[in-house]
């Protein structure tokens, strides 16, 4: 499986960006799929996972009310709607997909190479 993660940029706090996650080969529709994020100097984060089954998902608290994972199986892609950002928010963000079951730990089987946002104040 290989992941694509693509659509950040530069936006202003209270703005919007919609990050999209596509995926190679027939079995995404059984992974769990995970956005993490890493700021510079500081370790790489979770952020949201949702699971194969029946599409539960879980946020970050520092996320949970703001970004809104989703998954599209036709279409092989994972995304991350992300609103009212906040400088804080700036990161180089990744989708990754496991063979589990939803987890927050960066153990994932599969990662895309990353897509920086950035939020200006």
């Known amino acids: 499986v290989q992941l694509q993660a693509y659509g950040g940029g530069l936006v202003q706090a209270g703005g919007s960006l919609r990050l999209s996650c596509a995926a190679s080969g027939r079995t995404f529709s059984r992974l769990t799929m995970g956005w993490f994020r890493q700021a510079p100097g500081k370790e790489r984060e979770f952020v949201a996972a949702?699971?194969?089954?029946?599409?539960?998902?879980y946020y970050a608290g520092s996320v949970k009310g703001r970004f809104t994972i989703s998954r599209d199986n036709a279409k092989k892609t994972v995304y991350l709607q992300m609103n009212s950002l906040k400088p804080e928010d700036t990161a180089v963000y990744y989708c990754?997909?496991?063979?589990?079951?939803?987890?927050?730990?960066?153990?994932?089987?599969?990662w895309g190479q990353g897509t920086l946002v950035t939020v200006s104040s």
């Open positions: 990754a997909g496991a063979w589990s079951g939803i987890k927050t730990t960066p153990d994932y089987d599969y």
């Open positions: 949702i699971g194969w089954i029946g599409g539960s998902t």
